[in-house]
């Protein structure tokens, strides 16, 4: 049981390019989300999903999108990155208790 | 907007210590009130989660309270140890989301 696993575990990538941040969950779990740490800030809340097929917008969504087309998966897409999305990101899922958290991805754009 | 605060922002307190920290979260739409714990270089692990108005939670010398009418909740560490150092969180949850505070940093000196 591997829990919440997010990929890659670090990036840099330069102004303007493209990835995808992967998170697959072996739970079962319904509620999937994402989250950018910054700072001071504590964990802001991107992107969302309900369950597969469902996605909402967070706090924080601007340049990012999500998709839920599985159960287990959730991916993050960054187009055209920015130096403010330096950050790390932390996948989280849940059943509607608590939540558990992939161990994040740090993602620096130079 | 959901607006959730936690204060203070950070603490220092001596070893044996007794402390505690204040979540303030909306009263309306109340679904959840989740604890977590968040350790340096790790994720964030859930403390409690508390759905009930007046629900109190304990874990060892952790413990929680919950008031959803005024829109408040405290963690209580009794006897604080250098091991409860670290960050922290609560997290309001209704419609599927779930928003974080931004966190209270516990520093413990032996």
């Known amino acids: 049981n591997a829990g919440v696993t997010q990929t890659p575990k670090f990036r840099i990538l330069k102004i303007g390019q493209s990835m995808t941040l992967q998170c697959t969950q072996d739970m079962n779990h319904n509620y999937m989300y994402w989250y950018r ?30 998709s839920r087309s599985t159960t287990e998966d959730f991916p993050l897409r960054l ?27 740090r993602l620096t754009v130079v | 907007i959901l607006n959730v605060e936690q204060s203070p922002q950070s603490l220092h307190v001596q070893e044996g210590d ?15 009130l989740h ?11 859930a403390l409690f989660v508390m759905t009930l108005n007046g629900d109190e939670k304990k874990k060892g010398r952790i413990s929680a309270t919950l008031n959803t009418k005024e829109g408040y909740s405290y963690l209580y560490i009794k006897g604080s140890q250098p091991e409860d150092s670290a ?4 997290a309001f949850s209704n419609t599927g989301k779930l928003i974080f505070g931004q966190g209270t940093t516990l520093q413990v000196k032996p």
């Open chain 2, 18 to 32: 007794s402390t505690n920290f204040t979540c303030s979260f909306p009263s309306s739409n109340f679904y959840a």
């Open chain 2, 87 to 90: 960050t922290y969180l609560c």
């Open chain 1, 37 to 66: 740490q910054d700072p001071g800030m504590g964990l802001k809340l991107i992107y969302y999903s309900v369950g597969a097929g469902i996605t909402d917008k967070g706090e924080v969504p601007n340049g990012y999108n999500v």
């Open chain 2, 35 to 45: 604890w977590y714990r968040w350790e340096t270089a790790k994720s964030p692990e």
């Open chain 1, 79 to 105: 187009e055209l990155a920015a130096p403010s999305q330096t950050s790390v990101y932390f996948c989280a899922s849940s059943y509607s208790t608590e939540a558990f958290f992939g161990q994040g991805t």
